[in-house]
């Protein structure tokens, strides 16, 4: 979930708690959510939809990334496999400018140069990201969750008394369906399973139509089958979406993936299909110790 959504989304249940919609003061000052602030519009015309060049990100002496260049192209499903510590969420802090790196560039396109820009500014010009653990509205209904993430870019006050057009209808329709979620509509989002918590939330990223989504171990704590759809939820996104998806699950891999970056040590160590990589020396001594 985006920071600012994030907000929006506690003024909204508070405001409901307080049963005054009306006459609550608050809102409004914090609604900057979805609000561009110029900084070029989107160019892939070259191709790639995001550039790393050269990334290093150091903690205290110890190099997170370590030069790290990789690029992907608009409509691509990458996956990024690597173990433990080799820089996946680091990568991914740089990406939506929770972290700046010590150096390199962060291109969106080829002309929007994400190291200049907020991390709400990198969220509304279409980067979305899903965190490892779900966060959604546990206390608001599914339907709520994708209708709040729908019209967060309107402002927390103005989207009290927005009311859906019969499209914006369709669309959550149309979402409920893609995620598994239509029969559960009316549920709190509380009271659903691990598995459709992350599918909501990927719903919620969904419907604010990010150009790139970036996804931290998507699949992590689901069940075979709900791993099974996940996996085929993404394949649906290709194409229309650019996708990143940092994963452990090999056999998710290896059913979504067409080309898989390995990363290690902060940088990338092979790229290829799933069975180019897994066959590369190099590849097997990270997974199996040297
Ligand atoms: N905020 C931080 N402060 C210090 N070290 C960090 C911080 N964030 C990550 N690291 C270190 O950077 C390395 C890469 O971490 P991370 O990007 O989380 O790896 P991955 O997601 O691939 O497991 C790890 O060694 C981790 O301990
Ligand atoms: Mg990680």
Redesign the pocket.
Known sequence: MTPDLMKAGAQIRRARDEKSLVENGSGGRQASYGRLHEPGTLDVSHGAILYLDDITVS?DG?K?LNALSLSISAGELRCII?P???????MMDVITGKTRPDLGHAYFGSTIDLLRLRENEIASIGIGRKFQKPTVFEQLSVFENLELALRADRGVRASMFFRLSGEQLDRIGEMLTLIHLKDSAQRNAGLLSHGQKQWLEIGMLLMQDPKLLLLDEPVAGMTDEETERTAQLFLTLKGKHSLMVVEHDMSFIRTISEKVTV?CDGAVLAEGTLDEVQADERVIEVYLGR
């Open positions: 903690f110890f997170a690597g433990n510590g080799a820089g996946k969420t680091t990363l």
